[in-house]
């Protein structure tokens, strides 16, 4: 089987700005893949390249054989924004109910796909409220409730894990590791080590560059290191370093 996510010497960018420089990752059936770096570091600009929503400056990204950008392709994909989008008007319920109905989802299955959804996130007992009366953290979990809606092959989960309490959050990973072993394929981007740690494979984005790739095992010992964030950071002292010497 060919790679479910493929980019190759990406650049990215807005307008005459780089953020982006000489991106490669690929991302087969049953991956995790944890992008992690500090804010501003391009993660959100990688995650809205692979989705589509910007079109390389250069290189390629490829989606199961597909270069995107590509409408259709769309629809396999589990998304979750960084930024919320949801109807505060509305109930989580009537939301969830809304996109996937958009999703073409039929009702029967749509009703079941929401008690599951809503179970993994623990919001079955607040799906009545509306969103606006919501909490940051529930928004985010309302948000990856419905990414998982359609049950899709691959998720692409921006800060799945922001304001949620460390319980929900593994309850969270137990599922995207269930997941990821019946063949799903999964890219999120954090800057929590927990989350890093769960990854089965990371890349390390500090303005722009790719400074480190690996499993956080291999990365570890890449750094003779203890832990996958003595890595990150040494890493970074390493971009540094090499900065000043160029
Ligand atoms: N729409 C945009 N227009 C111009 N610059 C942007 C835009 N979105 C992000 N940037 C810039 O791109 C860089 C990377 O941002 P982003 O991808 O959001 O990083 P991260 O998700 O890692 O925090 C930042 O310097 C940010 O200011
Ligand atoms: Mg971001």
Do not use: C
Request: no cysteine; glycine share 10%.
């Amino acid at each position: 089987m060919g790679d479910v996510i493929k980019v190759s010497h990406l650049q990215q960018g807005y307008g005459k700005t780089i953020v982006l420089k000489e991106i490669n990752l690929t991302l087969q059936a049953g991956d995790i893949l944890g992008l992690i770096g500090p804010s501003g570091a391009g993660k959100t600009t990688l995650i809205s390249t692979i989705m589509g929503m910007l079109r390389p400056q250069k290189g390629t990204v490829t989606v199961l054989d597909t270069t995107m950008p590509n409408r259709e392709l769309l629809g396999r994909i589990g998304y979750m924004a960084q930024t919320d989008a949801l109807y505060g008007d509305l109930t989580a319920m009537e939301n969830l109910q809304f996109f996937g109905q958009m999703q073409g989802m039929a009702k029967a299955k749509l009703a079941e796909r929401i008690q599951y959804a809503a179970g993994i996130v623990n919001l079955q007992s607040a799906l009545g409220k509306y969103v606006k009366a919501y909490s940051g953290g529930m928004k985010r979990r309302l948000s990856l409730a419905i990414a998982l809606l359609a049950d899709p092959e691959i998720l692409i989960l921006d800060e799945p894990t922001v304001g949620i309490d460390p319980e929900l959050r593994q309850q969270i990973w137990h599922e995207l590791h269930r997941l990821a072993k019946n063949g799903k394929t999964i890219l999120l981007t954090t800057h929590v080590m927990e989350d890093a740690e769960q990854s089965s494979y990371l890349m390390m984005i500090r303005e722009g560059e790719a400074i480190a790739q690996g499993t956080p095992a291999a990365l570890i010992e890449q750094y003779q290191v203890t832990s996958v964030e003595a890595a990150f950071l040494q890493a970074g002292r390493d971009q540094d370093a090499h900065s000043r010497n160029d």
